[in-house]
């Protein structure tokens, strides 16, 4: 299996405008989990989806941020507007049925100027 | 606020000897417990998870839980310079769904 995909690896983009990050989960994989990282915060969980339902998004930061699973291969991250704050590691993760074993992503580099 | 605290580092070891990794967590509820390896510039991967007290070995690492203590650690014996990478510890109370990150431990093995 590929593991997970995310893309863009890396990102820089102008404060104020839109970002969309992307993930494409192990295949069968039926849980979801987009974390952002940084040196001063760590590995923070923003939301996490199971079969394809937003379960808890207490983790978003503000209403700039919004994530979408249309189906259960794809989903996406959105920062709209972005500033500078928003600059961090993005890992997309994901997870069979009960087990508790998350697998992440290679993450995307995102640096807001 | 739900923590998982553990000391940054950096710890470093000589190469061959024990490296032992500590973690405290806050909320009594938890159920997993994980470690997580993190190498400079990639992502974390799961290396132990420990559900019950006591200790839990696999291969050089052995995970310990004392949930009286709410203190979870990561040994690893006759370690090597390929381990020297960030260690993050982890708990969850909700079958792993929403798991709560420590800022993790720097490990560096020297040769």
């Known amino acids: 299996d590929a593991g997970v995909i995310q893309s863009p690896r890396h990102e820089v983009t102008e404060m104020g405008q839109e970002v969309t990050l992307r993930c494409k989960p192990i295949?069968?994989?039926?849980?979801l989990f987009w974390y952002r990282q940084t040196m001063m915060r760590g590995l923070e969980l923003l939301i996490y989806?199971?079969?394809?339902?937003?379960?808890?998004d207490s983790g978003m930061p503000e209403d700039r941020f919004s994530a979408k699973m249309p189906n259960a291969s794809f989903s996406t991250l959105k920062i709209q507007p972005s500033e500078p704050r928003d600059s961090a590691v993005y890992f997309c993760?994901?997870?069979?049925?009960?087990?508790?074993?998350?697998?992440f992503g290679p993450g995307t580099r995102l640096l807001v100027l | 606020q739900k923590e998982v605290e553990q000391n940054s580092g950096p710890l470093s070891v000589p190469e061959g000897a024990i490296a032992s990794l500590n973690c405290t967590y806050s909320?009594?509820?938890?159920?997993?417990f994980f470690w997580y390896r993190q190498y400079s510039g990639k992502s974390p991967e799961l290396i132990m998870s420990?559900?019950?007290?006591g200790d839990k070995e696999d291969g050089r690492f052995t995970a310990q839980l004392n949930k009286a203590s709410q203190y979870v650690s990561l040994l690893i014996r006759d370690s090597q310079p390929s381990d020297s990478a960030t260690y993050l510890c982890?708990?969850?109370?909700?079958?792993?769904?929403?798991?709560?990150f420590g800022a993790g431990t720097r490990l560096f093995v020297k040769a």
């Open positions: 420990i559900y019950s007290n």
């Open positions: 989806f199971n079969n394809n339902v937003p379960i808890d």
């Open positions: 982890a708990s969850s109370n909700t079958g792993g769904f929403k798991t709560i």
């Open positions: 295949s069968g994989h039926n849980s």
């Open positions: 993760a994901s997870s069979f049925g009960t087990s508790e074993t998350q697998y």
């Open positions: 909320d009594r509820g938890s159920q997993s």
